[in-house]
């Protein structure tokens, strides 16, 4: 095992982590050499809470990937707010987010449109389909167009 890199991928669909579960998930922040981390929990139960603990990976040192799926979590504006701050994460390169089947409305895509100002960000995958956004919210996304590194971006807002 290289102890320079380390991945980590876990798939924990449709358990009751809850919101003591993501908090749980959220201290392999602590893991100093972990570069790349996706974490597939749909069906949990996260609410916007979890979703909170979760945007503390931002503290991961060395993070430059990670793909959170998240869908089906009862997760609102707040939730979204919580992963906005995602953008604070010194390493991250690549973020896919997944918050299909959700209930992020407008004021979520508002606040994931935060992410623009991702310091290092150069691709970003966000599927946001069946979160009853309107007008404003995809006008919200199309300004993540205006993020300095991003060469890279999909968005799935059916």
Do not use: V, W
């Amino acid at each position: 095992i290289n102890a320079e890199y380390m991945g980590l991928t876990l798939d924990l669909c449709n358990n009751e982590l809850g919101y003591d579960g993501a908090l749980a998930l959220s201290e392999l922040k602590e893991a100093p050499c972990l570069t790349s981390l996706a974490l597939n929990l749909p069906l949990n139960a996260l609410g916007d809470a979890g979703a909170h603990a979760l945007s503390q990976l931002k503290e991961a040192p060395r993070l430059t990937f990670l793909a959170l799926n998240l869908s089906m979590n009862r997760l609102g504006y707040d939730g979204a707010l919580a992963l906005s701050e995602l953008k604070e994460a010194p390493r991250l390169t690549s973020l896919a987010l997944n918050l299909s089947l959700n209930a992020l409305g407008d004021a979520g895509a508002h606040a994931l449109s935060q992410l623009k100002e991702a310091p290092c960000l150069t691709s970003l995958d966000l599927d946001l389909s069946a979160n009853t956004l309107g007008n404003d919210g995809a006008l919200a996304l199309s300004r993540l167009n205006k993020a300095p590194f991003l060469n890279t971006l999909t968005l799935d807002p059916s």
